[in-house]
């Protein structure tokens, strides 16, 4: 039987994760629902799937398998609890919230229930993460430095951050989180911004520039840079660093430098594809061992760029990040 899957939320990113879903043998786009009845129109002419503008009327009428909750941060309100009430496995965009206790409250339901649940940190799963994971095995790690040197993301709420959380929150969050996928748990963040320079763009209340500095549980140092000032962006990237060993790596290329040689590695396929393939793997087997971003882990990462933002909010005071990752007793 196919596997039936519901979206709340279709903007840009939900778009992308419809494309995957279509090119896959037995998932039928059953479901789809927007406060917006134009971005749901939209992806209804591409996709199909009955349109809805209130998710529990959507829970409630359809008999989803899987639900994508692809909507803006400030949007969370508890979703993700009816998506579970109603039996469905979980796919929650980063970040999976701006509000730490709600989230806490999912993560405990997720596991109450033992869900098939995960979230949208994409670049865990692309090969080439997977390859430097493994060089790692081998390093200690020293310093992890972060570059994201972009533009102002086209959704409408972005450059609010009040809305969007910020560009370390919304955007940046990928490398924070790759960080600790690779590197560790960050326990201590300090972080500067600078704002003011954008005075063209009605409602933009972001800052133009920042920079986070933190430390891993297991000693090593890192540096986290963001602009979204460039609209030709310079891309974004993390470098690895070990004795003698450099490793950079983006969504589609990793570059290993060692004394000796230089090797770099494209990646095999898109990790958002990978992703979605994991993600419906488990969605049919019930087994999630494949599944790379847990929400209670996403939650850590959302604590870690919240912990950036109260610190640049307070001219860079010294943040402790807590613990929101835990599984309950
Ligand atoms: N993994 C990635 O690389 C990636 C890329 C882009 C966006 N995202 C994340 O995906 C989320 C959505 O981003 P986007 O770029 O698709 O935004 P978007 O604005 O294009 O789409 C969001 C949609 O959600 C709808 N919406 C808002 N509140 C809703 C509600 N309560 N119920 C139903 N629909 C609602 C909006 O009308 C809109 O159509 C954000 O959290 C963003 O950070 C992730």
New binding site residues.
């Given amino acids: 039987m196919a596997v039936r899957v519901g979206f709340?939320?279709?903007?840009?990113?939900?778009?992308?994760h419809m494309e995957n879903l279509a090119a896959m043998d037995g998932v039928h786009i059953a479901a789809l629902?927007?406060?917006?009845l134009a971005?749901?129109q939209r992806a209804q002419g591409r996709f199909g799937g009955a349109i809805y503008?209130?998710?529990r009327e959507m829970l409630a009428r359809e008999r989803l398998d899987a639900v994508y909750v692809?909507?803006?941060?400030f949007?969370h309100?508890g979703?993700e609890l009816d998506v579970l009430e109603a039996g469905a496995a979980l796919f929650v965009?980063?970040?999976v919230t701006l509000d730490l206790e709600l989230g806490r409250r999912i993560a405990l339901e997720i596991e109450r229930r033992q869900a098939v649940a995960c979230c949208?940190?994409?670049w865990r799963y692309a090969d080439t993460t997977q390859r430097l994971r493994e060089l790692l095995d081998k390093e200690a790690v020293i310093q992890v430095l972060g570059r994201w040197l972009g533009g102002i993301?086209?959704?409408?709420?972005?450059k609010s951050k009040e809305l969007?959380g910020g560009q370390l929150v919304?955007?940046v969050?990928?490398l924070f989180d790759l960080a600790r996928y690779l590197v560790g748990e960050i326990d201590l963040v300090t972080a500067f911004a600078t704002r003011g320079h954008v005075k063209d763009i009605e409602g933009y209340t972001l800052d133009d520039a920042s920079v986070v500095n933190v430390r891993f549980a297991q000693g090593a140092v890192g540096n986290f840079a963001a602009t979204c000032l460039l609209s030709r962006g310079l891309g974004a990237e993390l470098t690895v660093i070990a004795r003698d060993f450099a490793a950079t790596c983006t969504t589609n290329q990793l570059r290993v430098v060692e004394p000796e040689r230089t090797v770099e590695y494209p990646a095999r396929a898109a990790a958002?594809r990978l992703e979605d393939e994991a993600f419906i793997e488990a969605v049919r087997s019930g087994d999630c061992s494949k599944l790379l971003s847990p929400y209670g882990d996403a939650l850590q990462t959302v604590a870690v760029t919240l912990a950036a933002e109260a610190s640049l909010g307070q001219g860079g005071q010294l943040h402790r990040v807590g613990r929101w990752d835990f599984a309950p007793a």
Avoid: F, R
Wanted: with cysteine; aromatic share 10%.
């Fill in positions: 709340i939320g279709t903007g840009l990113i939900a778009t992308s629902c927007d406060v917006s971005a749901a503008a209130d998710h692809c909507i803006p941060p949007a309100s979703q965009e980063k970040p949208g940190y994409h993301w086209m959704a409408p709420w972005w969007s919304e955007q969050t990928h958002l």
